[in-house]
């Protein structure tokens, strides 16, 4: 006979529920807030019309973000991985390529943008560019660069990811007007500045 299987109690079957519920909230206060910015800056958003759009009470969005630093973090973060999900890559040229078709993903919704580029340099409360781009950079140094010690490979990956950034983007289409493809090629001269800087002997040979 089967050993009978132990029943879950209602009040973990209340926490697991009430966690599920947790997290279609948030994540449907992030897609709300989405579309709101298609006809509103961030600034402009408020918690009301928000708890408005989502069709929840005020105070609920507040437990899921207490503060817009927190806010707009998260909205940065979903945005990315729901919108501008960098392309996988793993040599030199294919970076150059993803980032490429990032940016012209960029300059297509320019107001998603924007947001990430300012969460990056507003929010200390969260990591607002994914830690899988800078996975994915070290992955990459690794195998064209095998014999780059870990220090300069993670300063090499810092570079690299600011390069590729929504705020590298925003930087020169607000400061110099700049479309798509002239920052994509500023973007191909910055790596070429920054791998130009690593000793020969580091490369990995063809």
């Given at each position: 006979m089967n050993a009978p299987q132990p029943r879950e109690s209602p009040a973990s079957r209340r926490g697991e529920e009430a966690k599920e519920e947790s997290v279609d909230t948030a994540t449907a206060i992030l897609a709300s807030a989405a579309v709101l910015l298609r006809e509103h800056t961030f600034d402009d958003i408020s918690y009301r019309a928000l708890a408005d759009e989502v069709g929840i009470s005020e105070r609920t969005i507040?437990?899921?973000?207490?503060?817009?630093?927190h806010l707009l973090a998260s909205l940065s973060?979903?945005?990315?991985?729901?919108?501008?999900?960098?392309?996988?890559?793993?040599?030199?040229?294919?970076?150059?390529?993803?980032?490429?078709?990032?940016?012209?993903?960029?300059?297509?919704?320019?107001?998603?943008?924007?947001?990430?580029?300012r969460a990056s340099a507003i929010s200390p409360t969260l990591d607002t560019e994914p830690a899988y781009i800078t996975r994915a950079i070290e992955a990459m140094l690794e195998v064209a660069a095998p014999t780059l010690n870990r220090r300069d490979?993670?300063?090499?990956?810092?570079?690299?990811?600011?390069?590729?950034?929504?705020m590298f983007w925003a930087r020169l289409?607000?400061?110099?007007?700049?479309?798509?493809?002239?920052?994509?090629?500023?973007?191909d001269?910055?790596?070429?500045?920054?791998?130009?800087?690593?000793p020969d002997a580091t490369w990995a040979q063809p």
């Amino acid at each position: 006979m089967n050993a009978p299987q132990p029943r879950e109690s209602p009040a973990s079957r209340r926490g697991e529920e009430a966690k599920e519920e947790s997290v279609d909230t948030a994540t449907a206060i992030l897609a709300s807030a989405a579309v709101l910015l298609r006809e509103h800056t961030f600034d402009d958003i408020s918690y009301r019309a928000l708890a408005d759009e989502v069709g929840i009470s005020e105070r609920t969005i507040y437990r899921q973000y207490p503060t817009r630093a927190h806010l707009l973090a998260s909205l940065s973060n979903w945005i990315e991985q729901t919108c501008f999900p960098l392309p996988p890559f793993v040599t030199v040229s294919d970076f150059r390529a993803a980032v490429h078709e990032r940016f012209r993903a960029f300059d297509a919704s320019p107001a998603y943008a924007y947001v990430g580029a300012r969460a990056s340099a507003i929010s200390p409360t969260l990591d607002t560019e994914p830690a899988y781009i800078t996975r994915a950079i070290e992955a990459m140094l690794e195998v064209a660069a095998p014999t780059l010690n870990r220090r300069d490979r993670r300063r090499v990956a810092a570079s690299l990811r600011y390069f590729s950034s929504a705020m590298f983007w925003a930087r020169l289409r607000t400061g110099f007007d700049l479309d798509a493809g002239e920052i994509c090629d500023a973007f191909d001269r910055a790596v070429d500045t920054v791998l130009a800087k690593l000793p020969d002997a580091t490369w990995a040979q063809p």
